[in-house]
């Protein structure tokens, strides 16, 4: 029998989702389970506050000594990327269990403003060459974008640990105000205050839909129909997936009163006084996951011809016929042929058959006893939508032919014509015109009953007459009227 670790009886599609770290290697098909099949499936959940915005003249003029590139962005671009396994089993239906690694989730924070200006050289002047590149200072803030990534373990639904994900980033400090008191000749001390943009963005995943069925939480499991239940699973299923998700921020922006020292032009020591954060504003929104589906590939048998009349064979011969079987699936394809009853037999006790290919096995009929031979053997496949062929095997075994039992005279040899057989009364038996009962008593053409153990005939019933139902008791027995037959004669040739 083919060997699969899980065997199914409920009907339609069994979704779980099953998380952790600990777990993901149990939901994992074993490397011998030919009715499992492990997919990758790969989402990006994206979400924007607003459509980004900004233009960039690169250097101008193109190709000249001195150019200026001048770039100014508004971002907003959040992103949830995460990959998890979905396993596929069977046979009928399929279950799908769905699982994520560890660290294979990845929360992206791209939110802000960015301005640059920037000034390139590329001067040849006799033995020497500049070619540098220089940012300009405009007295404006050229950097107040929030940029980060943080990795969590997918899928974060409800009840499971480290959900939701939580990311925190800042902008760069830009100092707003200065002032500086002289102590002494050459030292001063002063201050300053920075301000800093901070974001906290989050993330979790509300449900999943796998197949059009609502998935809440993580040990929960719904059963439904598969897409092309009525048609049969054919050579894949693609399985609809996507998370459902929403994205929360939290921007602040965070105030630094700073003391300096300083001895003449140089700076001795920089100290962050304290922080105070003030709340801006808060916002959340979905993430837009787009439906990908999970291809499962799967096997899909077809025998050319599954009903077998083998030729009339004799019993101690043989017939053979070949059996063709064919892969139209996707996956490798495994057909138990070890199934078929005697005196049936296959010359292969398994079929491998790779996607797009097929495979012969041999046959072979060897009847012992002679009659009409009719069987139905259930072959067993991994194929979802026939996890049993049934084979119909035909065969007609003649009878030998009737041996010729002869007609023996008393005492077990033939007479001479090989046609009569004398009895101890005298009486002649014609060859052929007699019926052995079931008593082994010997019914004559006329009607007479031999009774078994009264003379020999056929291999030793006898030849005496027993009266037939309907002949009369009155008429001579036949002994005595041959025995007058024969007085008669003998007198004549006395005479």
């Not at 500086?180 to 002063?190: D, F, I, K, R």
């Not at 020591?269 to 499962?296: N, R």
């Not at 005492?411 to 009486?427: F, K, M, S």
Request: hydrophobic share 45%; proline share 8%; aromatic share 8%.
């Amino acid at each position: 029998m083919l060997r699969s670790s899980v065997r199914l009886a409920v009907v339609g599609l069994l979704v779980s989702v099953a998380l952790g770290a600990s777990t993901v290697s149990a939901q994992l098909c074993a490397v011998n389970d030919i009715r499992c099949q492990n997919v990758p499936v790969t989402w990006r959940g994206e979400a924007r506050l607003f459509d980004d915005v900004g233009f960039d003249t690169g250097f101008v003029p193109r190709n000249s000594p001195v150019s200026i590139r001048a770039a100014f962005g508004l971002l907003s671009r959040t992103t949830a990327d995460m990959t998890g396994m979905l396993r596929a089993q069977w046979p009928s239906p399929l279950t799908i269990n769905l699982t994520g690694d560890e660290g294979s989730g990845q929360l992206n924070i791209d939110f802000g403003l960015v301005f640059e200006v920037q000034l390139k050289l590329d001067i040849d002047v006799g033995i020497a060459s500049i070619n540098r590149t220089f940012d300009i200072p405009v007295g404006l803030p050229t950097n107040l974008a929030f940029r980060g990534t943080k990795p969590f373990m997918p899928l974060l639904l409800p009840g499971q640990a480290g959900r939701p994900v939580s990311l925190v980033t800042n902008t760069s400090r830009i100092r707003v105000a200065n002032f500086s008191v002289p102590v002494v000749a050459g030292l001063s001390v002063g201050g300053g205050l920075d301000i800093r943009g901070t974001m906290t963005t989050r993330y979790a995943t509300e449900h999943m839909l796998v197949d059009g069925v609502t998935v809440l939480a993580e040990s929960q499991g719904t059963l439904v129909g598969p897409v092309n239940a009525a048609a049969g699973f054919g050579a894949f299923q693609d399985i609809p997936t996507r998370p459902v998700g929403a994205f929360e921020y939290a921007v602040g922006i965070e105030l630094i009163p700073v003391i300096t020292v300083s001895f003449f032009s140089f700076n001795i020591a920089s100290i962050d006084i304290s922080s105070f954060a003030v709340q801006a504003f808060e916002s959340d929104g979905p993430a837009v996951f787009a439906t990908v589906p999970a291809h499962v590939p799967l096997p899909d048998v077809r025998f050319i011809s599954t009903v077998f009349n083998f030729p009339s064979t004799e019993v101690g011969d043989t017939s053979v016929l070949r059996a063709t079987v064919r892969n139209f699936g996707e996956a490798t394809l495994y057909v138990d042929m070890t199934t078929l009853p005697e005196p049936f037999t296959s010359e292969l006790a398994q079929l491998v058959i790779e996607p797009g290919g097929f495979a012969r096995t041999n046959i072979t009929f060897a009847p012992t006893v002679p009659g009409v031979v009719m069987a139905l053997a259930n072959v067993e496949t991994n194929d979802p939508d026939a996890p049993f062929v049934e084979l119909d095997l035909r065969a007609t075994v003649p009878f030998p032919p009737m041996p010729d039992l002869g007609v023996v005279a008393d005492g077990g040899d033939p007479t001479p014509d090989g046609g009569v057989v004398t009895n101890p009364d005298g009486a002649v038996v014609a060859d052929g015109g007699v019926i052995v009962l079931p008593d082994g008593a010997i019914l004559l053409p006329d009607g007479a009953v031999v009774a078994p153990g009264e003379g020999t005939l056929a291999g030793g019933a006898c030849g005496c007459r027993v009266p037939a139902s309907h002949q009369s008791d009155e008429r001579l027995p036949l002994g005595i009227a041959f025995a007058l037959l024969v007085g008669v004669v003998w007198r004549r040739r006395q005479r």
